[in-house]
Structure formats: structure tokens, C-alpha cells
């Protein structure tokens, strides 16, 4: 599951926004990078969920690419009129690195909270987001020991 996926997920039973735990298995797989389709995408993003997820997600691969991401949101109307006016350079740095934590980043096997304690399962990097799924924090014992890749 792509961490742009996650960033978009609620939780079925309480409608809140979910966090990644307990990152088991990660991968990162190179993609194009294309910064017409971050910049369309920035407006849809929760700037707290995605930092929480690139925090977990950079915790479990080692990587420390989560200082790249300002604290907060991006102005998104200034990059959006700097790219029409082919003036995006000065945000780069930032594309590619939400390129990386969005589209790269995928999150194989894991669990999603939910502050009201709901947990689901990512597994194959496919999340059970179904209400009856909802697991206890002691079932993610028996998942896979953790694996990272690159």
C-alpha cells in the first residue's frame, strides 16, 4: 500500500484518519517521478497523517528523509502558480521527496489505528479495512518478522 493510498484511508467504524504501526515489511520501489501529479495531489493530502506516516515508515527502513518534509503544510497555491509559470525549481527538494514517501513508499505487512483502538491489518501490502476485521493488538504477534527492502 502506497503511503498516497494511506494518506486518503478513514477508519470504517469512526471515519478518523488511521496511523501506521508496527511496520513489519517495506518496500521501496522506484517509480517515475512526475511533480504535475504531487502538486495536483498536495490539496487532498492531511499534512499530519502524511508526516506520521513517513515518520513510521522511515523508522522501520532506517531512512532519514522525514526532515526534507517542512513541519507544515506547503503553500500549495504558490507551487501550483510556479509550475504553470514553469518556476518550480525553488520546490524541488520538497516534490522529490514527497514523490518518495507517496508513490515509492509501500507498506507491505503492517497494522492501522485508529485513535478509538479499531486495528486492521495490512498484509501483502493490502489493508482489511473491513469493520468485522478489526483485530486486537496481540493478533499482529503472529505476523512475519520484520523485513525491509529496497
Given amino acids: 500500500m502506497r503511503l498516497l493510498t494511506h494518506n486518503l484511508l478513514v477508519c470504517p467504524v469512526h471515519r478518523e484518519a488511521l496511523r501506521i504501526e508496527q511496520v513489519r515489511e517495506l518496500e521501496v520501489i522506484a ?3 512526475r511533480p504535475e501529479f504531487i502538486v495536483r495531489m498536495l490539496p487532498r493530502l492531511d499534512w499530519g497523517v502524511l508526516r ?31 509550475l504553470r509559470d514553469g518556476q518550480v525549481a525553488q520546490y524541488e527538494g520538497l ?10 513508499t509501500h507498506v507491505i505487512t503492517a497494522r492501522l489505528g485508529c485513535p478509538h483502538g479499531e486495528q486492521y491489518a495490512i498484509d ?10 478489526a483485530i486486537s493488538p496481540d493478533a499482529m504477534e503472529d505476523v512475519a518478522a520484520p523485513a525491509v527492502a529496497s
Avoid at 95 to 104: D, N, P, S
Avoid at 124 to 133: S, Y
Fill in 31 to 33: 517509480a517515475e517521478y
Fill in 52 to 82: 506520521a506516516a513517513a515518520a513510521a515508515t522511515a523508522a522501520a527502513a532506517e531512512a532519514g528523509r522525514l526532515e526534507a518534509l517542512p513541519p507544515q503544510a506547503p503553500d500549495v497555491e504558490a507551487i501550483q502558480a510556479a
Fill in 95 to 104: 516534490l522529490q521527496t514527497l514523490h518518495h514517501f507517496l508513490v515509492e
Fill in 124 to 133: 501483502g501490502g493490502i489493508p482489511n479495512l473491513l469493520a468485522e476485521a
